[in-house]
């Protein structure tokens, strides 16, 4: 007879071996987020209310659904891969052996803790995944890595389509661009690592604020997508820009004609007209009093005249 004595079963809970996956994915406190979008709704709700009410006559309807014909675009791209079953077929047979690789590789990171290289990679300055929580989470890495791997089949499937004309190729390549960077998981709370945190965290304000600029950029776009570039409330006309002292001496439905005051005693006999680019305001010229070239000409004798050109709006649709 051995005289061993026989070994006692243990949970796996005492395995030191043991790895729970489900710890190693590191989830985000969910009670804590639910009361941070909970709050951020309620604190939104009023400022939604208000931008409602102040544009509750706007004629929606009037901006078109499809102002660049997106739509027959691809119209035209599906009609060919349907016509072309065996490109169709070889597209999905790649895509899925590739996601099927995928899937295997993050179920054996879950388990196992390891760190084996990626699969698929962001383009070299790509941004938005460069927090270490994007690789170091299996998770995280698990939902980058599918959203690649899909829009590097949606962009090459584009790319690469043939029997279309270049020019509708072209515009599929482009839109197909732009519908997934605009799908990104960065793009959204519970799929991006980092806003989940800072809502965590702020209870929920990060989320208000994101509103807050969001309905400021439709403001200003009067009901269109505006982004806003720069802090319009930085500089005020009159106050720390376009200081350099003028009037107004002519103007049409297109411009007004600026006449700067002259600070030296003799003047040349040749004015100085200066015709901004119609993208720019005239005060691109006249910022801060010691980098503004109105100030400087006037300063060494010139009489000056700037063109200072009207926002165009509806009334002007028509001018030629």
């Known amino acids: 007879m051995s005289s061993q004595r026989p070994q006692q079963k243990t949970s796996s809970n005492d395995n030191p071996e043991h790895i729970d996956f489900f710890d190693e994915i590191k989830l985000p406190d969910f009670i804590k987020l639910n009361e941070a979008i909970l709050n951020a709704v309620q604190r939104a709700q009023p400022i939604l209310e208000s931008y409602i009410a102040r544009h509750s006559d706007d004629d929606l309807l009037e901006y078109p659904f499809d102002p660049m014909n997106v739509r027959q675009a691809y119209i035209e791209f599906i009609t060919y891969l349907v016509s072309n079953p065996a490109k169709f077929i070889e597209l999905n047979m790649e895509y899925w052996k590739s996601y099927m690789e995928l899937l295997n590789q993050s179920w054996m990171k879950m388990i196992t803790g390891e760190e084996p290289e990626p699969l698929f990679h962001p383009q070299k300055g790509d941004r938005r995944f460069r927090d270490p929580e994007w690789q170091q989470n299996a ?19 584009a790319k690469d389509t043939e029997g279309l004309d270049a020019h509708t190729r072209q515009k599929i ?28 965290d702020s209870g929920g304000e990060n989320l208000v604020k994101g509103l807050e600029n969001l309905l400021g950029d439709l403001e200003r776009g009067h009901g269109a997508l505006k982004i806003s570039t720069t802090d319009y409330k930085a500089f ?33 006999k040749r004015p100085l007209l200066v015709v901004p680019p119609w993208i720019n305001k005239y005060y691109i010229l006249d910022m801060r009093q010691e980098n503004s070239l109105i100030k400087w000409l006037v300063e060494q004798g010139h009489t000056v005249f700037v063109v200072s050109w009207v926002n165009p709006d509806r009334e002007l649709a028509q001018k030629t």
């Open 173 to 200: 390549d482009f839109y197909t661009r732009q519908y997934v960077d605009a799908i990104a998981p960065s793009n959204f709370i519970l799929t991006n690592p980092l806003v989940l945190k800072e809502t965590i």
């Open 236 to 268: 005020e006309v009159g106050k720390n820009l376009a200081l350099t002292p003028g009037k107004v001496v002519y103007q049409n439905d297109l411009m007004q004609l600026i006449q700067y005051t002259p600070t030296t005693k003799e003047v040349y």
């Open 139 to 157: 998770l995280f890495d698990f939902i980058k890595q599918s959203y690649l791997l899909t829009s590097q089949t949606l962009t090459n499937a």
